[in-house]
């Protein structure tokens, strides 16, 4: 009898020895093909000297020292169309916030059409310093818009966000809206038909609910729903039943995805990560409605902002003070921020109406 315990005790040990060498071994391997490198970076090869400002050169991301909080820029990218070696604008911007110590946790999603100053360019659309110069110039722009630092990107595209809801068995959500809009560019394989009510969502639906801004709202809508469907990944991500198919997931979305985490921050960041509960992950968009400035650049409507007034309420949101009841901003400092303040405030559609400046995000 008890060498037969012995050997379930030994047989037991054995199995969890090779599950974990498993486990340690698939995450090792996604770290290392999804971390950017020098000259072999899989996503962002094609940006050259030539295309890349001083700036995205000479920039070097803050260091995270695993105690202060962190900042983590995710970038979705819309490759569709595009030339070989060409960068795609961001389909997507969103900064996710986590406090290490309290562990609170907040998901900005910045509007694409937002009218920044990029850093050594000059202004142009949020959205195009992706394009211009790497995630490192993407960062850099969204730093100085914001006023923290961003230590990290995370950027993917279409198909490794398909990949990722498919390999966590996609999402129950409910869809607030039909939603239909038909695009033939690509042979109507990214055509949008959702019906109204309680879904589950997998890749390619789920895609189609984020991607929707054909309704009076436009982008305002579209960025509302991709916090609300980030969320919901990151609750179900926090699931036992995820985190046993983590090897598989991980490995379904290697080939899509490109960091600059190293192997020992995502091991922080992921455990960071899963303390601090989706449950509780407050959401804002940005610029936030009441501080939105309609503006007009080359015929085109554009989103502008009062740089020091965006990020008194930014601070006020991490802090987890009410932004709204935030200290004004003196008045010396009202002609700040990226735009002036000639057109009116408050959202609306019409500003995000496409244009030929947006390229192909507006797909």
């Not at 589950?200 to 991709?226: C, I, P, W």
Request: glycine share 8%; net charge positive.
């Amino acid at each position: 009898m008890a060498s037969k315990i012995k050997w379930a005790i030994l047989t037991t040990v054995l199995l969890l020895l090779v599950g974990v060498g498993y486990y340690t071994y698939a995450f090792l391997h996604f770290a290392n093909n999804i971390q950017s490198k020098p000259d072999s970076d899989k996503l962002f090869s094609g940006i050259t000297s030539k295309s890349t400002t001083k700036v995205s050169e000479t920039y070097t991301p803050p260091k995270w020292e695993g105690k202060q909080r962190v900042n983590v820029l995710l970038l979705g990218g819309d490759s569709r169309g595009m030339k070989k070696n060409e960068i795609p604008r961001s389909d997507t911007l969103m900064v996710a916030s986590i406090d290490p110590v309290t562990k609170k946790a907040s998901l900005f999603s910045i509007l694409r059409d937002t009218y920044v100053k990029i850093p050594g360019q000059g202004e142009d659309r949020i959205n195009a310093a992706l394009a211009i110069g790497g995630p490192n110039l993407a960062m850099k722009t969204v730093s100085d818009l914001m006023g923290i630092p961003i230590q990290y990107y995370v950027y993917t595209d279409f198909k490794g966000f398909i990949a990722l809801v498919d390999a966590i068995d996609g999402i129950d959500l409910f869809v607030e809206k039909d939603m239909k809009y038909s695009d033939a560019e690509d042979g109507h394989e990214y055509d949008i038909n959702l019906k109204k009510g309680m879904q589950h969502l997998n890749g390619k639906t789920a895609l189609q609910y984020v991607r929707f801004r054909h309704d009076a709202m436009s982008d305002f809508s579209r960025t509302e729903r991709q916090r609300k469907f980030i969320q919901a990944i990151a609750q179900k991500m926090q699931s036992t039943s995820s985190l046993l198919k983590l090897p598989k997931i991980l490995n379904s979305i290697d080939p899509y995805i490109e960091t600059n985490l190293t192997t020992t921050d995502m091991l922080k960041l992921g455990s960071l990560g899963y303390e601090a509960k989706a449950e509780g992950m407050s959401s804002q968009q940005i610029p936030p409605s009441d501080l939105l400035i309609e503006k007009r650049v080359g015929g085109a409507e554009v989103i502008s902002v009062n740089k020091d007034k965006l990020q008194i309420y930014v601070k006020a949101v991490l802090d987890g003070r009410d932004p709204t009841a935030s200290d004004k901003v003196p008045a010396s400092s009202e002609k700040s921020g990226s735009g002036s303040s000639n057109g009116k405030t408050g959202s609306s559609s019409a500003i995000l109406s496409s244009n030929p400046g947006s390229g192909a995000v507006h797909k």
